[in-house]
C-alpha cells in the first residue's frame, strides 16, 4: 500500500517505496538486492532525516559516513543508486532543489588486489592442463568459456540445441540461475541474446561429446551448482602450470593484461577464436554481449593509445614509421570519431557511424 509522502517525511520512508514503485519487477533480483542494502544502509546513516532536510551539506555527509566504510568506486555506486530517487523527489517538489549537485566522493584506501588476468602464455598453459575426457566436466567448461568468453551462468544454460555445428555458431539466448533456484532465467539484458562464431578445432572436439547428450537439457548441470567448485578446478589447473591463479570469470573471459603485455599489433581474427587481441567495436559487442557499443569503443580507444605511445618510443622517426606501416598511426579523415579512428586502428580498415 502507497503511503502519502509529504516533505516532512523520512528519507529512508521515501527511498524504500521509491524502490518499491519504479524498481519491483523492472530489474534483476541481484540488482535488486543492491537497492535493498542501499536501503538498509540509509537506515543505519540517516534514519531520521527527513525530505525537506535533505539539501548539500546532509547529502555529503551522508555520502562522508558511506565512505568510511567501503572504497571510492563502491561509494559512487552507492551515490549513483540514491540520485534516481533525489531527482525525482526534486521534480515531485519534496525536496527544493538537487543536494547531489557536485558532491565529492570519497573512499577509504583500497586494498592491495591480486592480478585478475592471464596473459596469452599463461592462458594457453592453463588450457594445456585441461583433462579433457569422454564426458563434459568443469574442465570442458573452462575450455568452452575461454573459447568463447560467455558469462558463467551462460555457459550453464547451454544444452546441445544451441550448438550448430554446420555453420560453427552458438545461440546464446538463455543463463543458470545457478545463485538461487536454478533453472533457466533469461540473459542479462537484451544485447546478451547473440551467435557467437566456433573456431573448428572446438567444433570437433564439442561434437563428440554432445552426440549422446539430451537435446534440451543443460550440458553441465547436475544438481546444486557452485562457482566455488570452478574456480577450486581453475586454480588446481593454473598450479599445475605455475601460473597466477585467478577466478574462471576473470581469467577466461579476455582483457589484455596492459601492465603485463604490450598490447598486440593489429590483427583481423575474431577475439572469440583464442586471440586476445581487441577487434571491430560491432563484432566485439556481440561476441562479449555488452549492451552498448561504447563500452567496447573505449576499450579500444584505451588500447589504442597504449600502442600508439609504445611505437612512438621504439621510433625516433615517426613520419619514416608510417610510411613502413599505414597502421601504426591513421589519419582521421573528415567526420569520423576518435573511437573510430581507434577501431580503425585495431581492425586495419574504416567503418561508418552513420
Keep these: 500500500m502507497q503511503e502519502n509522502i509529504t516533505s ?27 537497492y535493498r542494502l542501499t536501503q538498509s544502509w540509509l537506515s543505519k546513516l540517516i534514519p531520521e532525516l527527513r525530505l525537506a532536510d535533505m539539501d548539500r551539506t546532509a547529502y555529503q555527509q551522508l555520502i562522508n559516513g558511506y565512505a568510511q566504510h567501503h572504497e571510492r568506486q563502491t561509494t559512487m555506486d552507492f551515490h549513483h543508486q540514491i540520485k534516481g530517487a533525489i531527482l525525482d523527489a526534486v521534480d515531485e517538489g519534496l525536496i527544493p532543489r538537487d543536494p547531489t549537485r557536485k558532491v ?21 598453459a592453463m588450457l594445456a592442463d585441461l583433462d579433457l575426457g569422454d564426458e563434459a566436466s568443469w574442465d570442458w567448461l573452462i575450455l568452452l568459456i575461454a573459447k568463447t568468453g560467455l558469462r558463467f551462468s551462460e555457459a550453464l544454460g547451454l544444452t546441445p540445441d544451441d550448438f550448430d555445428f554446420a555453420h560453427q555458431t552458438l545461440s546464446v539466448s538463455k543463463t543458470w ?3 538461487n533456484r536454478g533453472g533457466f532465467v533469461p540473459t ?8 557467437v562464431q566456433l573456431d573448428w578445432q572446438l567444433i570437433m572436439q564439442l561434437s ?16 546444486k551448482v557452485y562457482n566455488s567448485t570452478a ?28 601492465q603485463r603485455v604490450a598490447p598486440p599489433r593489429p590483427r583481423q581474427h575474431d577475439h572469440n577464436t583464442g586471440n586476445l587481441s581487441a577487434c571491430h567495436s560491432r ?11 561504447s563500452a567496447v569503443d573505449a576499450y579500444l580507444t584505451r588500447c589504442c593509445f597504449a600502442r600508439y605511445r609504445w611505437t612512438a ?3 625516433f622517426n615517426r613520419k619514416a614509421a608510417r610510411k613502413r606501416n599505414p597502421l601504426e598511426k591513421p589519419v582521421l579523415p573528415a567526420g569520423l570519431h576518435l573511437a573510430n579512428q581507434c577501431t580503425a586502428h585495431v581492425t586495419g580498415r574504416w567503418t561508418s557511424r552513420a
Aim: charge should be positive; include cysteine; glycine fraction near 6%.
Design 8 to 34: 516532512e517525511s523520512l528519507f529512508c520512508d521515501y527511498y524504500a517505496q521509491w524502490v518499491r514503485t519504479y524498481k519491483e519487477g523492472a530489474i534483476r533480483d541481484v540488482t535488486m538486492g543492491k
Design 104 to 124: 565529492i566522493i570519497k573512499g577509504k584506501q583500497p586494498r592491495i588486489k591480486k592480478m585478475k588476468y592471464l596473459n596469452q602464455f599463461e592462458l594457453h
Design 177 to 179: 540461475d545457478y545463485k
Design 188 to 195: 542479462k539484458n537484451e544485447s546478451s541474446v547473440r551467435k
Design 208 to 223: 563428440g561429446l554432445l552426440k549422446n547428450l539430451p537435446h534440451d537439457k543443460p550440458i553441465f548441470v547436475h544438481g
Design 231 to 258: 574456480n577450486d578446478v581453475l586454480a588446481r589447473h593454473c598450479k599445475n602450470v605455475d601460473v597466477p591463479y585467478t577466478r574462471i570469470a576473470a581469467a577466461v573471459r579476455r582483457r589484455i593484461n596492459r
Design 283 to 293: 563484432i566485439g559487442k556481440q561476441g562479449r554481449g555488452h549492451r552498448h557499443a
Design 313 to 315: 618510443r621504439r621510433s
